[in-house]
T-cell receptor, first 110, second 113 residues
Framework: DTEVTQTPKHLVMGMTNKKSLKCEQH?????MYWYKQKAKKPPELMFV???????INESVPSRFSPECPNSSLLNLHLHALQPEDSALYLC?????????FGPGTRLTVT | QKEVEQNSGPLSVPEGAIASLNCTYS??????FFWYRQYSGKSPELIMS????GDKEDGRFTAQLNKASQYVSLLIRDSQPSDSATYLC?????????????FGKGTHLIIQP
């Protein structure tokens, strides 16, 4: 089973809102990732957590704040986003090299 | 700067033929190579991984890796209309959460019935 779940599926938020994206995996994977994908572009890495510790932050603006409460959960807290932040936000997990993606959250910032 | 290059297409292939997708990468330290399939509006789905030079076959899919030429390819035999999608080549240096993947821009494949 290589299932990664993400909630919500869709999110519309205003520029002054605070919201959170959630990701969960029950495969015992040691690493979890956030990627951002704009339309007709490839996924771009945002954050990597390894053993619940942030190991990579790809110079992402502070209006995106990741959190890893435990080895199965990954959150992405959103605050004061801009319309250009509208995208598909993908969570992935891996034990070693192979990364498995969740279905994504399609975010629209108005 | 890690770069992964793919021809964006569209690549149009008749049903039943072999589809050939290519990818080159710039980082010689890359150790892991993947092909993901992405349908419109969906998330990427891992279809092949390859780590050493040569060919790796899985059903109708064959991945080929040549580290000296920094080249990865994917062959899809007996192409079906359901294979129509964007195919993303992805490359990594190390695993286990020490690195993310760098993706190419993807090749849009169309299988013509």
């Amino acid at each position: 089973d290589t299932e990664v779940t993400q909630t919500p599926k869709h999110l519309v938020m205003g520029m002054t809102n605070k919201k959170s994206l959630k990701c969960e995996q029950h495969m015992g994977h040691r690493a979890m990732y956030w990627y951002k994908q704009k339309a007709k572009k490839p996924p771009e890495l945002m954050f990597v957590y390894s053993y619940e510790k942030l190991s990579i932050n790809e110079s992402v603006p502070s209006r995106f704040s990741p959190e890893c409460p435990n080895s199965s959960l990954l959150n992405l807290h959103l605050h004061a986003l801009q319309p250009e932040d509208s995208a598909l936000y993908l969570c992935a997990s891996s034990q070693n090299f192979e990364q498995y993606f969740g279905p994504g959250t399609r975010l629209t910032v108005t | 700067q890690k770069e992964v290059e793919q021809n964006s297409g569209p690549l149009s292939v008749p049903e039943g033929a072999i589809a050939s997708l290519n990818c080159t990468y710039s980082d010689r330290g890359s150790q892991s190579f993947f092909w993901y399939r992405q349908y419109s509006g969906k998330s990427p789905e891992l279809i092949m991984s390859i780590y050493s030079n040569g060919d790796k076959e899985d059903g109708r899919f064959t991945a080929q890796l040549n580290k000296a030429s920094q080249y990865v390819s994917l062959l899809i035999r007996d192409s079906q209309p359901s294979d129509s999608a964007t195919y993303l080549c992805a490359v990594g240096r190390v695993g286990g959460g020490a690195d993310g993947l760098t993706f190419g821009k993807g090749t849009h494949l169309i299988i013509q019935p």
